[in-house]
């Protein structure tokens, strides 16, 4: 994996607080910041248009509107950069979710933002870490493009929000003690999909990377009995 170095976090910084406003979804209109890393290739001033049902149970959003105590967010959202879907290019959006994870989220981190695939958003939500995450989390606040650390009432509720903060057109979540296998797995992931409502994968389990393969997926019973999460592409 391709790790960033502190001189391009500063260049990168410095980039993104020069860029100039768009007012259209042309291509001509996306910004290229930094072309190496999947998270920053194509950026825009431009917010996405987000839309709610007010009876929907998750409402969507830019920012989390929570007022817990000791609340913390940042990432390229904050810097005033933003994603869209551009011709042939889907917006992936990748979630991880995080709670005391410093010993293995930046193995997370790195192999989301060093994704071959052009146009991926990464939101990463913490649950109020008291240990190293949170410096790992600030280390690529320009990689990431929305974190928010916070307390919470467990992982669904995490992955929750998560969502209502997403604005791809495929989501998957990416948790903090799991991580993408190859540089193309997202890339080989939407070639092949067709755009299928759901795209399953195998995964690599534990230690010895045991191969795992989807069971098919019923949707009267739990994903955990037949799709892995961390290899669920969903439509969104």
Known sequence: MVRPTHHERLNLRL???????????????????????????YLT???????????????????????AVGKM??????????????ANQSLITVITIVYNGDKHLEQTIQSVINQSCVNVEYIVI????????????????????????????????????????????YIVFIHADDYFESSDSIKTTIQQSHRADIIVCDILYGTDLKKLSPRGFNFWINFKTGVYHQAAFCWH
């Open 45 to 67: 001033r431009q917010k996405p248009v987000v839309t709610n049902n007010q009876h929907d149970k998750i409402q969507f959003k830019l920012f989390s509107v929570s007022t």
């Open 126 to 169: 913490d649950g109020g870490s008291t240990d190293g995450t949170l410096d790992i989390i600030r280390q690529y606040d320009a990689w990431i493009d929305y974190w928010v650390s916070e307390p919470d009432k467990g992982i669904a509720d995490a992955m929750n929000k998560g969502l209502s903060l997403a604005t791809g057109e």
């Open 15 to 41: 980039s993104l607080l020069k860029l100039v406003p768009t007012m259209t979804k042309s291509t001509d209109d996306i910004l290229q910041s930094n072309n190496r890393y999947a998270t920053t290739r």
């Open 73 to 86: 967010d940042g990432g390229l959202r904050r810097q005033g950069c933003f994603k869209l879907a551009i």
